[in-house]
């Protein structure tokens, strides 16, 4: 088989590479080695930022997402018994965010991907990326137990932090920069209706918690935990009781607590692979970078790679420029690393960290209402949560 770009992983960047690539007339096909419905079945964040809203407008997959998702013109922060809100929209001259479930932005992208009629091919196995140091890289599977190859002109690398991209690529040509937190998030969806219409982000000698929804009648709340913990040892009363504590009054005794639909531990690293490019291949998204979930700016990280890797493209095709392509991987770099910077930041302000001694956590109170009380504080916060400038 033969095709202009080889994409690795079926996730939000590989799904978005190749419907804008459509759109700009660029064949492209998917290899995945999971299927469907696994994919579908993974529960993530849910905040997207307005320049991703854009990406999915023109991508052509918004529609779904204008009529089911919500906007949000500010958060909530919680911390020392109270709750205070940071008018984002008002901070940033009209931004919003909008909130709307990534597995949803990733079930339009492929019942697009089917209309448009590229091809994805699940449950390929063994991906291994091939000569991608000369213009004639080709990827191997092995799908129904026979050897296939696909010859490209490019290979982007969407396949996660977990993928076979990033370790194709000689140890001496990348360097990774890493930082693993001392604790989790445990997670649950529960079909009740959310305790504030916006999300609250709440800093409690308990630690960590979030308030979040996927819609006005399904919530999603966090609370933080060690990384050695284990699902099996939270019943949803064990959850819910422990939510409550690390909440103010209010919320406390708004909460609707019901059965979890879901319920699972996520471990919090920041995470940057340099560079994003390897001749003919590109990394995009989590294959490159991960940042903790405290700002929810994963998804959005991966449109912003994405935007860029798919003007280079078209660039190349269009004009026979290369100048995109080897722009690539710096102004994408430049921008994560921005968001690397606030979602580590707001995780060291919101998080009690095993060394946090009563002078560290009386410095996180202080940032805190240094935050909500300044326009200047509140401004920064405001024009970095609701997404930088591309
Ligand atoms: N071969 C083929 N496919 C692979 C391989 C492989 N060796 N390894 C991984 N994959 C697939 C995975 O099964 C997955 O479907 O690549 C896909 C990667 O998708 P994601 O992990 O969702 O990564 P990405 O598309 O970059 O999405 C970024 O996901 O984790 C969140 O916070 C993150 O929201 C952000 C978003
Ligand atoms: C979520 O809704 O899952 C969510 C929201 C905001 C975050 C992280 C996760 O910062």
């Not at 023109?58 to 906007?71: F, K």
């Not at 921005?338 to 940032?367: C, G, N, V, Y």
């Given at each position: ?42 529960i993530r964040a ?135 937190y001392p604790f989790g998030w445990l997670g649950i ?12 982000y709440t800093?409690?000698?308990?630690g960590f918690a979030l308030?979040s ?7 999603r709340y966090y609370v933080q935990c060690t990384n050695?913990d284990?699902v099996?040892?939270w019943?949803?009363?064990?959850f819910?009781?422990e939510l409550?504590?690390r ?16 319920k699972s531990i996520a471990q919090l690293r ?22 903790p979930p405290t700002g929810a700016?994963g ?48 995780t060291?302000?919101l998080h009690r ?38």
């Amino acid at each position: 088989m033969r095709t202009q770009v080889a994409i690795i992983g079926s996730g939000p960047a590989g799904l978005l590479l190749g419907q804008l690539l459509d759109c700009y007339g660029i064949d492209n096909v998917i290899l995945e080695r999971k299927d469907r419905e696994y994919i579908l079945g993974r529960i993530r964040a849910g905040v997207l930022e307005q320049g991703t809203v854009g990406l999915l407008e023109e991508a052509g997959v918004a529609e779904r997402l204008h009529r089911d998702g919500l906007v949000h013109d500010g958060v909530e922060l919680c911390f020392g018994g109270s709750r205070y809100r940071i008018d984002m929209k008002a901070a940033t001259g009209g931004k919003t965010m909008v909130v709307y479930g990534q597995t949803e932005v990733t079930r339009d992208l492929m019942d697009a991907r089917l209309k448009v009629g590229r091809e994805t091919i699940y449950d390929a196995g063994d991906v291994s990326l091939h000569d991608f140091g000369t213009d004639q890289p080709k990827v191997r599977y092995v799908k129904d137990g026979k050897t296939r190859e696909v010859a490209c002109d490019f290979i982007a690398g969407c396949d996660g932090f977990r993928g076979v991209s990033r370790l194709s690529v000689p140890t001496e040509a990348i360097r990774m920069f890493e930082r693993i937190y001392p604790f989790g998030w445990l997670g649950i969806l529960s079909d009740t209706p959310p305790v504030s219409p916006e999300l609250i982000y709440t800093n409690h000698e308990r630690g960590f918690a979030l308030c979040s929804m996927r819609s006005a009648t399904r919530s999603r709340y966090y609370v933080q935990c060690t990384n050695d913990d284990h699902v099996d040892n939270w019943s949803d009363d064990r959850f819910w009781d422990e939510l409550r504590r690390r909440l103010d009054p209010k919320a406390a005794a708004g909460i609707v607590i019901g059965p979890s639909i879901e319920k699972s531990i996520a471990q919090l690293r920041s995470f940057v692979a340099e560079p994003m490019r390897f001749g003919r291949l590109f990394l995009a998204g989590d294959a490159a970078h991960i940042v903790p979930p405290t700002g929810a700016k994963g998804l959005n990280l991966a449109a912003s790679d994405v935007r860029y890797l798919s003007h280079a493209l078209r660039e190349f095709y269009n004009e026979r420029s290369h100048a995109g392509i080897d722009g690539y991987s710096s102004k994408a770099l430049a921008r994560v690393w921005k968001a690397e910077r606030f979602s580590w930041w707001m995780t060291s302000m919101l998080h009690r960290f095993p060394d946090t001694d009563e002078f560290s956590a009386r410095i996180q109170l202080a940032e805190l209402n240094y935050l909500v009380s300044s326009q200047a504080a509140t401004a920064a916060m405001s024009e970095q949560y609701v997404g930088l400038p591309y």
